[in-house]
């Protein structure tokens, strides 16, 4: 992330990614749970792979 932006945004960035990476683990698991609640662990665990692999479709297409 930091080789994308300017020395002088590199605070921007460290905030940017730790209230994406926090943000994530507080939301997910709430996700997750009302998932389990609602359908029961596969479902859950079915629907995190997929949405796991949606996030590697970007993750390639920056690499190019």
């Known amino acids: ?30 996700a997750f749970g009302a998932i389990v609640a609602g359908t029961g662990y596969s479902a859950a665990f079915a629907l995190t792979a997929a949405v796991v692999a949606l996030a590697v479709v970007p993750t390639l297409r920056s690499r190019r």
Not at 2 to 26: E, H, I, M, T
Request: hydrophobic share 40%; net charge positive.
């Open 1 to 30: 992330m930091y080789s994308r932006v300017d020395r002088s945004r590199y605070g921007q960035v460290s905030a940017l990614w730790n209230l994406a990476y926090d943000g994530g683990w507080g939301l997910g698991a709430l």
